[in-house]
């Protein structure tokens, strides 16, 4: 290249408007998922919520249209959807306008199934029939029974799951080869749980959004005495027993990677994770009363309490409690919950209706 051509800049981006993120199961996708949320309110934008007093797309049944609210009235006039959902294309497209950007995360299957045992232990017959998570990945057939499947979603390849694919198929190397290319079909980006500050860069970059857009809080993390230390024969279990997550997770692990290298580089990425970060840390010194997520029982506002399951203690946030109205709004909005966000940005996108109900104090 001549000198003269480095010199021009490159052309401005805009901001993408319409994004659909294929919210996975204990995969960081509930801090993605406030990103989402904000960025919404933010720009003013329509979100598919869930219709009448669901929290989630129609979970785990398979997307249908009718799934979000207002739907038969607003048509494909959706510019984000981020909600729970198993993937359905097609049914997906009907919401979505014909530009959007569509992208989704996986995470390591090995802390994944550990993570997702803690979570579901009281909901998922395999898991709650065995002692602890090494003792279920010694002989997993012994407690998963495929009469259960719909109960035993979480208890094994739950990402092929939620991608809307059959987590009990045979790993038959032609039919997962077409499912990788169908899912790279369909999806813009698959980001990694495991480099999450990393993932936010590269969602930055290609959605051509500023720094505060991805900027977050990590939420829905559970406290550390709650995992449970898995065997180095039960990481491999977990490999086999989950051989389709297993794959999905190598593939889009390197696509990943060789994305970076092709569109950010390294050494830029470097610097705006150390960007990023630094920027985390003015907001949690300005934000949070401690610069930690506390356990259930030590958070004071019960509106801000996060959704407990299974033997996991789901971490919240304190605020500051002298915070201006400005300053309290926005720490409010990278605090809150899931449940109670949906909730909220319901209220306000669909007035009219019956408020969901959470059991929760709304803010």
Same mark, same amino acid.
């Given at each position: ?30 801090? =993605? ?58 049914? =997906? ?39 602890? =998570? ?199 909005? +990278?605090? +809150? ?27």
């Amino acid at each position: 290249k001549s000198h003269e051509q480095l010199l021009i800049p490159p052309p401005l981006c805009h901001a993408k408007t319409n994004v659909m993120f294929l919210k996975t199961h204990k995969t960081a996708s509930s801090t =993605v998922f406030n990103i989402m949320f904000r960025f919404a309110e933010r720009y003013n934008l329509t979100v598919a919520l869930p219709a009448d007093q669901l929290l989630h797309l129609g979970y785990p049944r398979t997307f249908l249209a009718h799934f979000v609210e207002g739907f038969e009235a607003i048509g494909q006039n959706y510019n984000i959807m981020c909600n729970h959902l198993r993937f359905n294309p097609s049914e =997906v497209q009907r919401v979505m306008a014909a530009n959007t950007f569509y992208f989704s995360i996986l995470r390591n299957p090995i802390p994944l199934l550990e993570s997702s045992y803690i979570y579901y232990k009281n909901n998922v017959p395999a898991f709650r029939s065995s002692k602890d =998570v090494n003792e279920f990945l010694a002989s997993p057939t012994k407690y998963y029974h495929s009469a259960d499947y719909r109960q035993n979603i979480y208890a094994r390849n739950i990402m092929w799951f939620d991608f809307g694919y059959d987590n009990n198929v045979e790993n038959d190397t032609k039919y997962t080869q077409a499912v990788l290319e169908e899912i790279e079909q369909n999806f813009h980006l698959i980001l990694i749980a495991d480099y999450f500050d990393e993932s936010m860069i590269l969602l930055k970059h290609a959605l051509c959004w500023d720094l505060d857009d991805v900027i977050y809080l990590k939420l829905n993390s559970r406290s550390r005495d709650t995992v449970q230390t898995l065997t180095p024969e039960s990481e491999e279990r977990i490999k086999a027993w989950c051989s389709l997550d297993w794959k999905l997770y190598l593939h889009f692990n390197q696509s990943f990677w060789r994305r970076i290298e092709e569109t950010i580089g390294l050494e830029m990425l470097q610097k705006e994770v150390d960007q990023l970060r630094t920027r985390q840390k003015e907001l949690m010194e300005t934000c949070l009363s401690e610069q930690e997520a506390v356990g259930k029982d030590h958070i004071r506002n019960k509106a801000l309490l996060p959704f407990q399951s299974g033997a996991a203690n789901i971490l919240g946030y304190n605020l500051k409690q002298d915070l201006d109205n400005r300053t309290l709004r926005t720490c409010q909005k +990278m605090v +809150m919950p899931e449940l109670q966000y949906t909730s909220y940005l319901y209220a306000v996108q669909h007035p009219h209706k019956k408020r969901k109900q959470l059991g929760l104090p709304l803010l």
